[in-house]
């Protein structure tokens, strides 16, 4: 295929992650260490919307247009419209949660999270949990070597797991809200480099796009988890994407290389869900 072209929109947002829309049209990127939920406009401004006093490190769009937070220090948060910040899930088994790190929500408002914080190749002890709509949080695996990413496959029968240490993508069946099943490797991502999958998400079509942090690529799987191709991106570090726009179609990536937010664009609109235009 021609090479893909990127453009930067905004720079200089230390650790950027976390691409979202709201259902209004606004886009929003995490800043971690500054606890900082930043709205990007395309001019490359931007404006803090809230704070969490945490470290933010992953975003999603509820059907009613809240913002969920995924949260390092203070676990899953939800923010209004207007910006106030509510915690809502700091324990679980009255101990902290392991550091939230990204999360995904179905169409019925479970919420899927990932809670990395501490593991790594040798301490593989990372999180996966279900928050379901009605409050009851539920761990479904464990073990893992930071899992990352989070992302569910069209009509919500699958789900997907980025493990950063080990490059391992894995799948579960959704066998119900908050109950998985069968769990496999769904694909592995290339390179030798000291990093793996972060941000995924997926197209209409079922394919699965993976930042490959560390590995300075953006790769593509179809819907059985072969390999279909491998996006260059001039940056090391891409870390998250999100699709948006008005065709579904543009490709909205963070990255930790230069702390920007920058823009390309896929062949297919991302999967249809509350967060996206």
């Known amino acids: 295929m021609s090479q893909t072209q990127f453009t930067?929109?905004?720079?200089?947002?230390?650790g950027a992650e976390g691409p979202v829309f709201d259902r209004t049209g606004r886009f929003f990127v995490v800043e971690p260490p500054a606890g900082r939920i930043l709205q990007v406009f395309e001019d490359g401004r931007t404006r803090e919307h809230a704070n969490t006093g945490g470290i933010p490190a992953g975003l999603a769009v509820d059907?009613?247009?809240h913002l969920w937070v995924a949260d390092m220090k203070?676990?899953?948060?939800?923010?209004?419209?207007?910006?106030?910040?509510?915690?809502?899930?700091?324990?679980?088994?009255?101990?902290?949660?392991?550091?939230c790190n990204d999360l995904t929500i179905d169409e019925q408002g479970n919420i899927y999270f990932t809670a990395p914080a501490g593991s790594n190749a040798d301490n593989p002890v990372g999180e996966v949990y279900c928050r379901l709509i009605a409050g009851q949080v539920l761990r479904l695996d464990q073990g893992f070597a930071f899992c990352n990413g989070i992302?569910?496959?069209?009509?919500?029968?699958?789900?997907?797991?980025?493990?950063t240490f080990t490059k391992k993508l894995w799948a579960y069946d959704v066998v119900a809200a908050g109950r998985v099943a069968n769990k496999r490797v769904?694909?592995?991502?290339?390179g030798s480099h000291r990093g793996g999958p972060d941000g995924i998400d997926f197209d209409i079509d079922g394919n699965l796009l993976a930042t490959?942090?560390?590995?300075?690529?953006?790769?593509v799987f179809d819907p059985q988890g072969r390999p279909l191709e491998r996006i260059p991106t001039p940056f090391e570090q891409p870390s998250n994407l999100h699709f948006g726009g008005a065709d579904g179609c543009d490709l909205w990536i963070t990255e930790h290389t230069n702390n920007a937010v920058w823009k390309s664009r896929w062949r297919r609109p991302g999967l249809l869900a509350f967060d996206r235009i």
């Open 212 to 219: 490959n942090w560390g590995g300075a690529a953006i790769e």
């Open 186 to 190: 769904w694909a592995t991502l290339s």
């Open 8 to 14: 930067q929109i905004a720079r200089g947002i230390s």
């Open 151 to 163: 992302a569910l496959w069209p009509g919500g029968r699958m789900l997907v797991v980025a493990e």
């Open 74 to 99: 203070r676990g899953l948060l939800r923010i209004s419209h207007d910006g106030t910040v509510q915690g809502i899930i700091e324990r679980f088994e009255d101990k902290p949660i392991r550091g």
């Open 63 to 65: 059907a009613e247009d």
